[in-house]
Every structure is written in C-alpha cells, then in structure tokens.
C-alpha cells in the first residue's frame, strides 16, 4: 500500500498484492515467510517504479504472536508456526494477572513452550514476524513494544521484557531483541535490498501488530468510543492509558495489548470473519458455487433466530466450519442452520450479540461511558453485520475506514517524517477529513432500520 498525505488528507493506493498461504508441513501449521518476503521485495520494486518522488519510509504491520528463531549468525532457525496450528491445543497457565494478556492457547508464550530444547538451546535472537521481515529488510535485529506485548512476555506496566517469564522458557534474557516504539526509525535498507527495490529508504517501527495500526485509524472524535477492529478476527474494546487487570477482565477474556503512544488496547478477541471465510472455503470444496454478497443479501431476508458462542476453541483451527458451526447450534438448541445463507445469518446474529457483549463489558471495565462504536477494517462494508451491531449494542455505528491497518500503519511514518503533527486525535481527524464514513441508528423494534 503507497499512502500520500496531500494538503492534510491521507489517501491509500494498493500496489501490489499476493496471498498469504499458510502451507501444512509434518503434520503443523507454517508461515510460507519466504514467498511473503519475496512478495514484499517484488511489491516494493513495484511501487518505486511508480514514483516520480523517493519513497520516504516502509512500515510493516502483521497479525501478532507468531515469531522465529535466530542463531548467533542470524540464520532462521526453522520455518515459523502459524498460531492456528494445534499444537499448542489444551490448557495453559493464566497469566493474565502477571501479563495483562488473555490466556489464548496461541499467545507467543504458549507457542514456545512446544519449542524443542534444541531449538532453543541454538536460539540466540526471537524476532515477531514484522521485526524478522524489517531484519531481513535493514539488518537490524529489534522488537517493537505493541506486537512484543502480545508475546505474554511483557510487563504491561513497564513495557518491559518480564525477565523471570522468559527464564522459565528456558530462554537466555537476551534473546528477547531491545524494543523501539512506533514512529522510531528501525534502520536503513541494506545496500543489497536497495538495489533489487531500486530506492533506497528507512523501514520505521509502526504500530506492527496489525490490530495496534487499525486502531490509530479509528476516526473517533470523542474519547468515549469503542471500537471493533472486524477483519479475520474482531477485536472489540476501548482505549484506555492504563492496563486493567483485574479479575474481572480476566474472567471477561480481556486482553491489554500495548497501543500506539502509550495507550492500552483493553480487548476481547471474537473469532470474526474466520467464521465466514472457513465456511466459503468448505462450500467451493463441496462444489457448492456461492457468493458471498448474494449470501449476505439473502441473510437481511431471514428471520435471525439461532445465536451461539463464536468464541468457542473449536472454531479456531481450518475446516469445515458449517458442520462446526450446525453442531454448536444443535448443543445449544437452537435451530441449526439448512443451508448457506441460514449459516450466514447465524454467523452475523452471532458476531453482533459478542460484540455487544464485549463493548458493554470493556465499557464497565474501564469505566467508559461508550456513546459509539466504531467498526473498523473489512468488516465495515458488511451493512447487515454493522446494523445488527447497532441493534444489539443500542449504540450508533460509524463504519470506516476499510483498510484500518494499512491507514494506522502509514499515519504512524507520515508523524515521524513531519507531515502531520499531534497525537492520536489529530492523526484521528485526518482520517475523519480523508474517508466517507457510514453511520448506523439502532432501529427501535418495528421500525425500519437506519443507515446514513
Ligand atoms: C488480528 C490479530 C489479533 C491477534 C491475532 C493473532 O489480525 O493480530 O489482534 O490476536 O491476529
């Protein structure tokens, strides 16, 4: 994505683009992290050969807690899991008290306790997949705090490596890479990577876990907002300047993921549009031809009847979701979905009544007073999943902007290089300034629903 800021408005273009395949290897889950790096080189070539101008800087955004290991040379040590691999299956020791951290079967430190000694015995250097592709990109080997905080490695106070957590992983404490924060300049591209992209530039530490990025481009114009960053996964909360842990959160499923300047991301993580993409994938290898718009279209029509828990660990890995999906709803003893666009409508009704949930009990927990929620991400051009959320939150909905990480990402580079100024507000009015927002009324019960 090439972002510009011309006269105080940001506007996005897409340059290049190519799939993130997770590829299934002896029996796990694995990142395919060489094409993606081919893909970013490529991407990068790409979008230089537009330009009239030079590029000034490069920021990367990735889902959070998947990393790999580095020898003392730098080498990768192995392919790097996929947090949906199964291996880290079962139950974990809640750190949330220590961490601030949900405990999430994938959250970084689960996924090194499967570690091999070996592995870690040779591991001189762990990199969260931005930090790795900025490595590979500059030379530089460090971590930045907000992907770093979703590792359940991190004091959520300090934001510092929580040294005795990382002791017990039977890891050496420098393994863990300093920290920067987002708007810090990570380095320079090496002369190699500046000859196959043709420019050269800086790759700048962003807010690199994608979710820390979508939030800065949350176009709120009050502090009392929450927000549904709604892509493959949803994560609903609000912000906060200090973490909350306590019980409650814990038992509420709440995470405190480190934001942009120094803010706290007080979420709950609802499994989203997996739902919905895991259900296309298991209707195309049943031959079944569907799509997606005319299913949703479809959905307004039904009556929504049949509301499960999306949060349920059996949603979580790859397969057929729809026959998932009909089991929950036949536990549950509602009626289960006959065909396509019954799932869909259940997956919607399901999505909206989390969402309300999680809003209503974020708000409680940080003692906001939510007066609106902002849905964020692709999630946001979904107008059935946006007014049923209105409904159930009985809050208004502002949908937009579309491409929440990318936008949070490239606000993040344009501050550090001095073309805009201030905090997340004033990052906030610019997006409010660049992009059409869509707002949705609750509709009271009888009343046609309402879009504006
Ligand atoms: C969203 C996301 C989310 C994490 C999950 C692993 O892409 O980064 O914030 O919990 O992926």
């Known amino acids: 994505m090439l972002g510009r800021i011309v006269d105080g408005r940001i506007t996005l273009t897409e340059m290049a683009r190519f799939p993130n395949r997770p590829v299934q290897l002896g029996g796990s889950l694995h990142w395919n992290i060489l094409d993606l790096y081919q893909g970013v080189l490529d991407g990068l070539r790409t979008l230089v050969d537009s330009l009239d101008v030079g590029l000034t800087s490069i920021g990367i955004d990735t889902w959070a807690v998947d990393y790999a290991l ?25 750190l949330f008290l220590r961490n601030g951290i949900a405990a999430l079967p994938f959250n970084t430190v689960f996924q090194l306790q499967t570690e091999r000694p070996e592995v870690l015995a040779l591991s001189a250097r762990l990199l969260m997949i931005p930090d790795l592709l900025a490595y590979w990109l500059t030379g530089v080997q460090v971590g930045e705090v907000t992907n770093a905080s979703t590792t359940g490695l991190l004091d959520p106070f300090s934001r510092t490596w929580d ?51 979508a939030i800065v481009a949350v176009p709120a114009s009050t502090p009392s907002f929450a927000y549904i960053a709604s892509g493959t996964w949803s994560l609903v909360g609000v912000e906060t300047t200090e973490p909350v842990v306590t019980e409650e959160a814990r038992v509420g499923g709440f995470t405190n993921e480190a934001g942009v300047d120094g803010t706290v991301r007080l979420l709950r993580n609802v499994m989203g549009m997996w739902l919905v993409q895991e259900s296309l994938r298991q ?29 349920l660990p059996v949603f979580l890995p790859p397969g057929d979701m729809p026959a998932r999906i009909a089991a929950e709803c036949s536990a549950a003893g509602v009626p289960e979905p006959s065909n396509p666009a019954e799932t869909i409508r259940c997956i ?17 927990l940080a003692g906001i007073d939510v007066e609106v929620v902002h849905i964020v991400g692709g999630g946001s051009q979904n107008t059935l999943l946006c007014q049923l959320t209105a409904d159930a939150t009985g ?14 990402n490239v606000l993040v580079q344009a501050r550090a290089a001095g073309e805009i100024e201030g905090g997340l507000a004033e990052l906030r009015a610019v997006v409010r300034e660049s992009f059409e927002l869509m707002e949705y009324v609750p509709s009271s019960p009888g009343s046609d629903s309402g879009r504006s």
């Open 348 to 364: 919607m009704d399901s999505l909206a009544a989390a969402y309300a949930r999680s809003v209503r009990t974020a708000g409680e």
């Open 395 to 408: 809050l208004p909905v502002v949908a937009g902007p579309v491409e929440g990480s990318a936008l949070g």
């Open 163 to 213: 040294r005795d957590s990382i002791a017990s992983l039977g890891l050496p404490f420098n393994v863990l890479p300093s920290l920067l924060s987002p708007g810090e300049v990570i380095g320079s591209l090496t002369s190699d990577v500046s000859a196959l992209v043709g420019s050269p530039s800086s790759v700048v530490a962003v807010g690199t876990h994608d979710t820390a990025s």
């Open 70 to 94: 580095l020898d003392a040379d730098g080498r990768m040590l192995g392919v790097p899991f996929h947090y949906r691999d199964t291996r880290t299956d079962g139950d974990h020791e809640d």
């Open 283 to 311: 209707w195309e290898r049943d031959g079944l031809t569907v799509s997606l718009t005319e299913l949703l279209d479809e959905a307004v029509g039904l009556p929504g009847s049949s509301v499960i828990d999306p949060d």
